[in-house]
């Protein structure tokens, strides 16, 4: 069994072939840890690597132990104000005015598989040998509240996932300020923190900076996880790179409102600390109630940055996202936004379909404008019936020529959104999120729904349906456009309103899950004004994500490179559209916007009846194209090559898992004038294997190819189409 219990020394070691997690009921029965890294081997009494004080200075827990100072324990559920002056992992307020607590162990649970966790997306497995389970249970003694903190391993995989649950089995009701999902505690804190930053538009930056003393943060206060920060962040050391080096990465399974923070102390050891934000949350835990916290992922990375990703990848493909698309191709889609905005009706919209049946497109989608009186974003959200001047004949009807023209039909929805502007709004003023007697602000001219209350959610619920039980619909884009402010319920009592950012996140889950049950046949894509909600949480639902609302394929390299640090490609929603590009107005080649579009989900975002004949040509091949390798770009190994945050160029690459097929992406965003030899040396291929590639005369083993480096040169081939700007290109290996 991968997880060992040793009883003589009251330690835990939960290893497999890549890591090694080992941890110890402490002489005050609290839990310390006393390694996380590369796996080692097992023994009986890791004893030697407690460290107990330091000398100098310090609060011990009692007179009789004076060098047992929490301060300087690596600990797994540290109980704050109590001699550890680092952040703790839960705040419990309590009727006697009284934050302090005690956690003491009382037995704890070895067994193979993992337990779904209630109401929260989380990892899951298909059979019980995939994974093995701890389950400790801790007791306060005074206030008779439990926490049982659950780890999972992988067997086959980097990945150890952590939660904790409360359990109210007192007489008292107590008030959750903070708890953490996860709390890790470093030896030292010589690392880089790598994280996803960005805004709209320019979703997950990959930044870089060392850790230093104090506490480093990454949040969102938003009610939606955010293109801000995303939720994971990873420590490096200096010397890690893309292939090489350790790294350690954390994700959080939540789409809500969180805090993952690094606490660095003047003993330079990193407490790792990850929870839904404290600011926003309160939740009060009346006797036999029990509170689950968000599951937070750990992946074990000794072969630098990429290894990690792919673990990700991995996991979040095979044991995250759910359902029938998990491991099918995805349908190439045209979706009509940039192509019409809102200004359609449905002659221009079948016309649209016509063209894109004809180039070879598989879906479409109807995006925002549909519904009643939506012809601005002023508008109709919460009406969610056809706009019968735009749709004469209904949705259904719409859907019905459309299957005729021999393409599937998709809709958008912004299900937990209302305008004023509506007959939702006349009918259930009370249904928005908002401080009675206050000004509540506006984003993109409409309020949130309060998805805390089961009635609106049932509501919307029964909405969506009417129109699913009637329409042919295959694929929904669930939007969300804007952040979430004044958050407050009037279905809730004032005690409540800190249970209100969360509660929200547990009724949007309960939606998706509602309906993904109900219509499994539907593939969702996630979606925040682009990619404003690109987490784990929502990929347990909707297997698709809508990356970013910036479609210029220059500006998508940084979005998607930054995007794969986590997240694999058949999650990645990406469209070629039109030029010049909406968002920059720049001017780029067909060709380049579908070479980045490919490592994706891949579709169009354009109007197909304003295309030259030329371009049709083009498209049609790209479809192709596209049909013939999408199971190796959405299923295959990713590698980043080259980053488009440090180089001039771009690159990366999908091979196939028998290594027979790779596909490298290579993009040169701006023409250098008398410029050098380029070699690009790939990864993950067979040295072994004799690779030919597309359109080149020469062949190559596969060591040279990692070794020596693909030419991605023209010019060293005689050729002389290397030039101008935006220039990319794609090389098919093949060793069959
Ligand atoms: C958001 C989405 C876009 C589009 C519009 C419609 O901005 O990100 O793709 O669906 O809403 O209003």
Not at 454 to 461: H, M, N, Q, S
Not at 594 to 623: C, H, M
Request: aromatic share 12%; hydrophobic share 35%.
């Amino acid at each position: 069994m991968p997880i060992i219990f040793h009883p003589s020394t009251n330690t835990f070691h939960l290893y497999n072939n890549t890591l090694s997690y080992i941890i110890k009921i402490l002489p005050n029965r609290q839990i310390g840890n006393l390694y996380f890294g590369h796996k080692i081997h097992d023994q009986e009494n890791f004893d030697h690597l407690f460290e107990l004080a330091n000398r100098g200075v310090r609060v011990c827990v009692d007179e009789i132990h004076n060098n047992f100072s929490l301060e300087h324990i690596k600990q797994e559920f540290p109980s704050p104000y109590k001699g550890d002056m680092r952040l703790g992992s839960i705040d419990l307020a309590q009727s006697n005015g009284s934050h302090i607590v005690e956690f003491y162990y009382d037995h704890h649970e070895i067994f193979f598989g993992k337990r779904p966790l209630e109401g929260l997306p989380s990892t899951y497995i298909e059979s019980d040998q995939e994974a093995t389970s701890l389950w400790i249970t801790l007791k306060d003694p005074l206030l008779h509240i439990t926490a049982i903190l659950q780890y999972t391993l992988y067997e086959k995989r980097a990945v150890l996932t952590r939660s904790v649950k409360l359990c109210n089995e007192g007489k008292d009701t107590v008030v959750i300020e903070a708890l953490s999902s996860l709390n890790l505690d470093l030896p030292d804190a010589d690392y880089d923190m790598m994280t996803l930053t960005g805004a709209w538009a320019r979703e997950r930056s990959i930044k870089i900076h060392p850790l230093h003393e104090g506490i480093q943060s990454i949040y969102s206060l938003r009610g939606h996880s955010s293109a801000n920060f995303n939720p994971f962040f990873a420590l490096k050391r200096k010397e890690t790179t893309e292939n090489q080096g350790e790294a350690i990465g954390v994700s959080f399974v939540y789409s809500g409102n969180f805090l993952a923070q690094v606490d660095v102390d003047s003993f330079n050891t990193a407490r790792i600390n990850l929870q839904i934000h404290p600011a926003t949350f309160s939740w009060p835990l009346h006797p036999n109630q029990t509170f689950q916290a968000p599951e937070a992922i750990l992946v074990y990375s000794n072969q630098g940055i990429n290894f990690m990703s792919q673990t990700f990848h991995d996991l979040f493909r095979q044991r995250l996202v759910r359902g029938p698309y998990r491991d099918k191709s995805r349908p190439i889609l045209i979706n009509n936004w940039e192509g019409t905005y809102m200004d359609f009706d449905e002659n221009i919209l079948l016309e649209m379909a016509k063209e894109a049946k004809n180039l070879g497109v598989e879906l479409f989608v109807l995006d925002d404008g549909w519904f009643e009186g939506r012809n601005t974003d002023t508008t109709s959200l919460g009406d969610w019936w056809a706009d019968r001047v735009k749709l004469p004949h209904g949705l259904s009807a719409l859907a019905k020529k459309i299957n005729d023209l021999g393409l599937e039909f998709g809709l958008w929805i912004e299900p937990e959104m209302i305008s004023k502007r509506s007959h939702l709004y006349q009918n259930h003023p009370d249904w928005i999120l908002c401080v009675p007697d206050r000004n509540a602000s506006v984003g993109r001219n409409q309020y949130v729904l309060d998805f805390s209350n089961p009635d609106v959610v049932d509501y919307i619920a029964r909405q969506l349906e009417n129109i699913l039980d009637h329409t042919a619909v295959r694929y929904i884009k669930w939007d969300m456009n804007r952040s979430m402010s004044e958050v407050y319920s009037s279905s809730h009592l004032p005690q409540e309103q800190g249970m209100i950012y969360h509660k929200y996140i547990l009724g949007v889950y309960r939606l998706y899950e509602r309906l993904i049950q109900k219509y499994p046949h539907i593939l969702f894509e996630s979606c925040a004004s682009g990619g404003g909600r690109f987490d784990p949480g929502m990929l347990y639902y909707a297997p698709q994500t809508w990356t970013s609302d910036n479609t210029d394929a220059i500006e998508r390299l940084k979005i998607q490179y930054g995007t794969s640090l986590v997240y694999p490609l058949s999650c990645m929603g990406s469209h070629v559209s039109a030029a010049p590009n909406h968002q920059l107005l720049r001017n780029t080649p067909l060709n380049t916007r579908a070479n980045v579009a490919y490592f994706g989900t891949f579709g169009y975002e354009l109007d197909p009846r304003v295309l030259l004949p030329s371009e049709k040509e083009e498209i049609r091949r790209q479809i192709d194209f596209m049909k013939k390798n999408r199971s190796l770009l959405q299923f295959g190994t990713f590698y980043r090559l080259l980053s488009p945050f440090e180089n001039k160029e771009a690159a990366w690459m999908v091979v196939s898992n028998d290594r027979l097929e790779a596909i490298v992406g290579y993009y040169r965003p701006l023409q250098e004038v008398n410029e050098r030899f380029r070699r690009l040396p790939l990864q993950g291929l067979d040295p072994n294997l004799l690779y030919a590639i597309e359109g080149k005369s020469y062949k190559a083993y596969g060591d040279e190819l990692m070794h020596v480096g693909l030419i991605t040169t023209d010019l060293s081939c005689q050729e002389q189409t290397d030039e101008g700007d935006y220039v990319s290109k794609l090389f098919i290996l093949h060793a069959k």
